[in-house]
């Protein structure tokens, strides 16, 4: 077949519609969120009420850090999946996200005589943590490793581990909702662990799945 | 470079919204572009003439496959050039090469050369069109080799349009597939 009468080929399917990348994520964004909800909802008891003393910044505090992560790895998700996309501005995103819960863990540390930070640390329980993060996570990193399908990484799994990242801050985004810790020592341990551990799932689940 | 840029957004606009004759004028306008761009990195690599056609019939179904990946304030040759780069480096590691294209050998775009399009009779895709079956097999080689259209092929083979857009669609697909399990 000559390359002339493949393009001949490839024209005449014009009328078949694209697979479009961005509307498959945004659903699956909407899935996750919806998702990682109602299984926080239904597998963990509502959390004592925030007590003002001692949460008023640090319990929203907890949704800015996941947030920031989630924002960054969807901008980096959605650039690795589109040939030719610039990474920078979405590196500079996950740099900035990195510096935000730096922040936070150097402020709390200041404010916090060093005895008690072990304390903070370790919260209540952190298995509860490294437990429901990673389980929050499995069905948004499903939804959005099926609609990165649609994409063209030049690397699948780290386009995979970028989902995984994502999928990871949107189930530590729930669980923070339910989550008794919010000293910002606990959440850049155990919510770092946790969310790494989905990243690293999503890198070797990518690998295979993205290639295209 | 600014206003074949511009054509190519137009006609890539056109194409995505179901504009036959925008995307044919695409394609064949981009056919040269990535031929420049395999060939000029291939010879390097070793990669035989004869396979840059298929590198270059690759990246084109790559294109055709993925085309909802690009996004319309996005450029279409930078786009093209890292499909043909990822393509490039696929045909490669079939060849049993492990290598490392760094992206920046791509960054500069080059200006296609005419007398580049003759399109090459390529050694696998020869034998690529043979991997499709039955009705996937007929409708690919009437539309491309024999130059019939859809409505054409539809009557040549009894079959409704539907049918032939379907056949043809999946028989790209299965082109594309059939370049990937060379990979295995």
Known sequence: MRTEDLIRAIAADAATPPKRLAPAVWIALAVSAV???IAAWGMLPPRPEVDPSFAAVRFPMKFVVTCAFGAAAAALAMRLARPGAALAPARVALFGAIAVLAAAMLVEMYVTPSGLWRERVMGINWLV????VPLFSA?????ILLAMRRGAPGSPAGLGAAAGLLAGAIGATAYAAFCPNDSPLFVGVWYTLAVCLVTVVGAAVGARLLRW | MKEREADWSDWMASALAGDAAAY?????ALAPFVRSVVRNRAASYGLASADVED???ETLLAIHLKRGTWDERQPVGPWVAAIARNKLIDALRRKGRRVHVPVEDFAEVLPAEAGDDDGLRPGEAEKLISVLKG???EVVKSISVDGADIGETAEKLSMSEGAVRVALHRGLAALSQAYRSFRE
Do not use: D
């Open chain 1, 35 to 37: 998702a990682a909800w």
């Open chain 1, 139 to 143: 069905a948004p990193l499903a939804a």
């Open chain 1, 129 to 132: 943590c490294l437990v429901h």
């Open chain 2, 55 to 57: 590198v270059v019939q």
């Open chain 2, 24 to 28: 044919r004028r695409l394609l064949s």
């Open chain 2, 135 to 137: 009705r996937q097999h």
